[in-house]
Structures are given as C-alpha cells and as structure tokens.
C-alpha cells in the first residue's frame, strides 16, 4: 500500500487526487492519512537510527558478546527506557548479535551425555 500513496503523491502534479485514488482503488481519506503520518513514520525512523548507534556502541564496548538482554539492560541502566522487543527488532535488522558460550544440547540427549543420537540398537526416550 504505501507504494500506492507514494505514487499518488509523486502523480499528484499531473492528476487530481481523486482520480488517482478511483484509478487505483484506494480511499482518498486512507492516502490523507498516510500522508499526515509520515512526519510521524519519519520522527520514528530516525529515533530507530540513533538507538541503533547506541546499541552497536554498547555492543562494540562488550567486544561483541552481548545480546538482546545485556543490551536492553545496559540501555535500560544509562537511564535508556526502551522497550526489549524493540531492541531485538533492531538487532536483528542490522545482523547485530551475542555470542552463544553454551552448548546446544538436543532433546533427544537429555541426561545421555556422550551419546550422539538414536541409532538402530539405542532406543529413542
């Protein structure tokens, strides 16, 4: 949708709003909306930008190892109020992430250590 109104509002030199709207079968008071939102969509991208600086700063300062929990919890101990999802949204979206030291363990090896696996004379628990 928000390719339709950006047409809209690029065509809108050449043709009324409402024809574009009728040609494209889209309500004229939806692309109104979508054009007084986009002050707000813009505000929201740039605040977006500077907590991913904030957050690749603290990542950089924790050579790299931490994740979405220590990252939330440092931004939320420098006084940061944001929200966790939000941090993992942003994470993910720039490939910014934790180290893992654990090992994975499967649920096929709980509490048989050194086994790899069912095979043809290991019954599966």
Known sequence: MNDTYAFI?????????????????????????????????????????ALVH?????????????????????????????NRKRVARLMHEHGIQGVTRRKRRFADQAGHEGQTGPGPDRPRF
């Open 9 to 49: 509002e690029a065509e809108n030199t050449t043709h009324s709003v409402g024809f574009l709207c009728r040609l494209l079968k889209v309500a004229r008071s939806s692309f109104y909306a979508w054009l007084a939102a986009a002050q707000t969509r813009s505000a929201r991208q740039a605040a977006d930008q």
């Open 54 to 82: 904030e957050i690749t700063v603290i990542h950089v300062g924790s050579r790299q190892t931490y994740g979405v929990p220590r990252v939330h919890a440092e931004l939320r101990r420098l006084g940061r109020r944001v």
